[in-house]
């Protein structure tokens, strides 16, 4: 159960884009939030479905809710699959929750970059209420990732156990062990990649090689 913030009359809206410094502005609006002992929402915006993303954007998405979890924000937006202007999709996220504050990044890392670099603050004050205040945080633009690994766009796929382990397919079989997504390495013939599935509602991430996990599966499985 969430503990009641002392103030209602402030909430605080941090808006993230895939990239390292998306754990800085969460941490940043916690801060605010913490101070004014106020509700903090978490919100990300992307033209595709959530089905779509690529490995590492799936990845800064787990963390971001992590994140959201630990900060004990009032709930973690993602808008995936959204058609509309950023602009537009923030300013309705705002009214619905009675946002007064909305926390930006400028990076050169990221798509929240051309918010500071033009027209973009201009149309966010025009949709957003004059009662709104808009942080610009400054992030470093220098931070890299994690492996210099890219991946395919995720396929759906199972893990089947077997004697030696767990093995990738990509059909569905009544002994399956997991089913989740598949991120193969973009390069390689042999399925190589990223193994993602949920279990007890939180996300599990296993490494792939020819076909077989390397990576140690503790968890209880989910048997269909």
């Given amino acids: ?41 978490i919100l990300t915006v992307d033209p595709l479905p ?8 799936s990845s800064y998405i787990d963390q971001w809710k992590e994140l959201a979890e630990q900060f004990d924000a ?24 009675n946002i007064t504050q909305i926390v930006i990044g400028q990076t050169a890392q990221n798509r929240w970059e ?7 603050v201009n149309v966010l004050l025009r949709e957003i209420s004059s009662f709104i205040d808009i942080h610009i945080v400054a992030l470093d633009r220098t931070i ?15 893990l089947l156990k077997e ?8 059909t569905c079989q ?18 190589n990649g990223l193994f993602k599935f949920v279990h007890n509602g939180k996300t599990y991430q296993v490494h792939v090689t020819e076909d077989y996990v390397v990576d140690s599966i503790e968890e209880p499985l989910n048997i269909m």
Avoid: W
């Fill in 74 to 97: 009032e709930e973690f937006i993602m808008q995936d699959n959204e058609k509309r202007p950023v602009a537009k999709v923030i300013s309705g996220i705002a009214q619905k929750y």
């Fill in 114 to 120: 051309e918010i500071t670099k033009g027209s973009f």
């Fill in 50 to 57: 959530y089905d779509k993303f690529d490995a590492e954007k």
């Fill in 174 to 191: 009544k002994q399956i062990s997991h089913e989740g997504i598949f991120y193969k390495e973009i390069g390689t013939d042999f399925n």
């Fill in 163 to 170: 004697k030696d382990g767990y093995r990738l397919c990509f």
């Fill in 144 to 158: 890299k990732g994690g492996e210099d690994i890219t991946y395919e766009t995720g396929v759906r796929g199972y």
């Fill in 1 to 41: 159960m969430k503990k009641v913030k002392g103030r209602m009359d402030e909430s605080i809206l941090v808006c993230v884009y895939y990239g390292p410094n998306g754990e800085r502005l969460i941490r940043r609006g916690h801060k605010m939030a913490s101070m004014l002992n106020c509700p903090l929402y």
